[in-house]
């Protein structure tokens, strides 16, 4: 161990072993990566009263990988059983022809630049959908890059758990 030919050596090996990792690192992360979430009660307000909406279930992607993605659809999918998200095979699939702001221009296909956020809109319809928000619906963004779509769950915002806020102490006088 005290040769020094031997610690240049295991020197050498460390540093090639972390270049390796590195350059697999950096091979995963050229790709593209897309970030994914859903508000399930969504509005929007401000622009005025002939824009304004509410009861809209919006996801926004964005991409944070390194190579420009083309979004083609966006889908609403009902899985209800575990069995039916194990396969991604839904009951009903429901096609959004428009995810769009009202007064935007249609924004499908769209090609999303690294770096770039995509808002896709569902309007919320009692009459197709009415319970949308049980848990059993799954927003699909369908890309060029994925055989299969990203899928994010839309939850009930009134059914899940909100942190408890902590009362401030009032200052001793």
């Known amino acids: 161990m005290d040769d020094p030919k031997t610690l240049i050596a295991i020197y050498a090996a ?31 307000i401000g622009a005025g009263p002939q824009f304004d909406e509410q009861n809209l279930v919006i996801a926004t992607v964005t991409n944070i990988g390194k190579t420009p993605v ?3 659809s966006l889908l609403l999918w009902e899985m209800p059983t575990w069995w039916a998200r194990l396969r991604r095979k839904p ?7 428009n995810p769009h702001f009202k007064g935007r221009q249609a924004n499908i ?12 809109v569902a309007r919320r319809r009692e009459d197709k959908i009415p319970d949308l928000l ?31 806020p902590i009362p401030m102490p009032s200052p001793a006088s």
Not at 91 to 97: G, H, I, K, N, P
Request: no cysteine; aromatic share 10%; hydrophobic share 45%.
């Open 14 to 44: 460390i540093v090639a072993t972390g270049a390796l990792f590195l350059n697999i690192r950096t091979w995963f992360e050229s790709g593209p990566r897309l970030k994914v979430t859903v508000i399930p009660d969504g509005m929007v």
């Open 70 to 72: 083309l979004i083609t």
């Open 109 to 120: 296909p769209f090609l999303l630049e690294q770096a770039r956020v995509w808002l896709g």
């Open 134 to 164: 049980n848990g059993d619906f799954f927003v699909a963004i369908s890309t060029s890059h994925r055989r299969r779509p990203i899928l994010r769950r839309i939850v009930n915002p009134t059914k899940t758990s909100r942190p408890t």
């Open 91 to 97: 009951t009903r699939a429901f096609f959004v022809a």
